[in-house]
């Protein structure tokens, strides 16, 4: 297990650096830059500015300079809000975990419930409910859910604030922005327990379990649901990295102060640091839990070994 592991950490370093090399190859592609805007500055301030910054250098030299900084820590400034990236990564990343793990939470004690009272079931005014609801959360998208939410609560019944995060000192401000959020993965998870579930109803065991008197609840807490976890629990590692690194069109919706709000700002504005420090930062969340979803894998089901 620790050579798997240990070749796995080492791969994820090539990864990201296929990420960032496309990453930078195409934000530099597009047309425009930094300092790009409806009233254009004079050229020499922005000669001078791409001179103050490295970015009148050829784009080698830029990338390997960006790579020489990432390595000792630095993610360098932010040409349009006069920070350095570190502060702004600083700043909103704990509200966009947050977020995230809040979406993901209610979406594992929702979705699962969902799914397994589908299959047990089958085929009836639940199961079709269920369903349905797993089909609207799938086909709606998370910026359509939002503004019906924002209009609905917000806006006609006055139930909650329409934006802004102040954490647990206002946690009326949590709920839409949570919910909205954890639409999409809610339907997700409740599709993919409701088809595992009606697979191991068909197990021999199961038919076994009813035959020797066990009791129903016996035989779906023990037997059903613990055996239909397991390929479930495969899912939720980009379920969760799905929710914290997917969360910028919420968080610029609801004005929610993380980080995916100012990934969306900086890409308008071709703040290239803050493009490229969230580029790699979502990419080696996304690498890094599905590494931890295959070791728990193993750890869950005796059956699967890796060398």
Known sequence: MLGY?????LWIIPVLFVVSIITFSLMHAAPGG?????KQL??????????????DDPIHVQYLTWVGNLVVGDLGPSYRQGRDVNDIVADGIGTTVHLGVMAFLLSVVVGIPLGVIGALRHNRIPDYLATFISVIGIATPSFVAAILLLVFFSVTLRWFPTHGWEGWSNPSAMVLPTLALSLFPIAQISRFTRASMLEVTRKDYIRTAQSKGLRERTIVVIHMIRNALIPVVTILGPVLAFLITGSFIIETIFSVPGIGRYYVISIGQRDYGVIMAMTMLYATVIAVLN?????LYAYIDPRIRYS
């Open 34 to 38: 930094p300092w790009s805007r409806e």
């Open 5 to 9: 592991i240990v070749r796995r950490v």
């Open 291 to 295: 590494l931890v979803v295959d070791v």
């Open 42 to 55: 004079p050229p020499a301030t922005v000669e001078f500015l791409k001179a103050r910054f490295g970015l």
